[in-house]
């Protein structure tokens, strides 16, 4: 194999990140990284980004990009403390210019705010290709969970899928975010169960039920099979009625009010108000 993963696990958010290493010239990739938030004291902190960056200070390696599935609703992105450690560039799918319009109207954000992308390095579109070392990072559009959701095909042989898809016995994403979609998130699994079987796939959370450890990885003939959402051949139709039900019952993320506002930003922090002080906002019956 002419590359390596290692995975992070954040406990809080129950998010995966990853380093994705070209063995041939140590030039690597970093897949969805988080940094640490306390909500009740309205602290952020790098912990969890400090792991990955102290792994790749100690195995030397050239990280070239920062690479976000999607507009996070679950952790704030860690893209620009690492990008400020290690100069590398940060990128995402094209699309979330739509999911900058919805939340820049959601946040009454300041007219400065552009919501054209221009906060990240590059913009993916679908079948766009990232040349890293001899790593081949194909962009896979997959939308439903948000307009946005990428995924990164290395090499043809892994799938980074972001939310699209979890472990099989936990089944998809949720679709009822605004811009989301479950009968736009079933054709873009079927794009991804349609590659070949033995294509890992790399989750970005697991919730796993009682008595499993946390995964991250699977491959497409296992979801085929197992994914108790889609598997065995579950029609759209009847995907969808699964999925917007369960979707009816679900609390919103804890963290998704402070997350977007910030990982449309690139993950930037909102500028400062006049006494110097950064401030998030909390929308009230709107969402």
């Known amino acids: ?12 958010s129950e998010t995966f990140s990853y380093v994705v ?3 041939a010239s140590n030039k690597a990739v970093i897949i969805d990284p988080v940094l640490d938030f306390d909500y009740k004291a309205g602290r952020t902190s ?3 980004a400090e792991q990955i960056l102290a792994y790749v200070k100690q195995h030397n390696l050239q990280v070239e990009w920062l690479l976000e599935t999607h507009a996070h609703a679950d952790h ?11 100069g590398a560039k940060v990128a995402i799918g094209a699309e979330i210019t739509q999911v ?4 820049k109207d959601v946040f009454n954000l300041e007219k400065e705010f552009l919501p054209n992308g221009s906060q990240f390095d590059r913009l993916f579109a679908d079948g766009d290709t990232l040349q890293v070392g001899e790593l081949t990072i194909r962009a896979m559009h997959l939308p439903g969970h ?3 959701d990428l995924a990164y095909i290395i090499n043809e042989q892994a799938a980074f899928v972001g939310d699209t898809l979890f472990m099989p016995d936990v089944g998809t994403a949720r679709c009822d975010f605004p811009g989301g979609s479950a009968a736009t998130l079933y054709d873009s699994i079927q794009q991804l169960l349609a590659l070949p079987d033995n294509t890992e796939i790399y989750i970005c959370h697991d919730y796993p039920p009682a008595g499993r450890e946390h995964q991250y990885l699977t491959s497409v003939g296992q979801q085929k099979q197992h994914n108790i959402h889609v598997g065995g051949g579950v029609s759209k139709a009847d995907f969808v009625k699964r999925r917007e039900a369960r979707d009816a019952t ?3 993320p804890r963290l998704i009010l402070p997350s977007v506002q910030v990982n449309i930003r690139g993950g930037q922090l909102p500028p400062p108000e006049s006494n110097g002080t950064t401030y998030l906002k909390v929308p009230i ?3």
Do not use: E
Not at 76 to 86: E, N, V
């Open 1 to 12: 194999m002419s590359y390596q993963v290692k995975a992070f696990l954040d406990n809080d």
């Open 21 to 23: 290493t070209d063995t």
């Open 46 to 48: 790098t912990a969890s």
């Open 76 to 86: 704030l992105s860690a893209a620009p403390f690492l990008r400020s450690k290690l």
């Open 100 to 103: 900058q319009t919805i939340f």
């Open 146 to 148: 948000t307009p946005a």
């Open 250 to 252: 679900l609390a919103m």
């Open 285 to 287: 019956n709107l969402l």
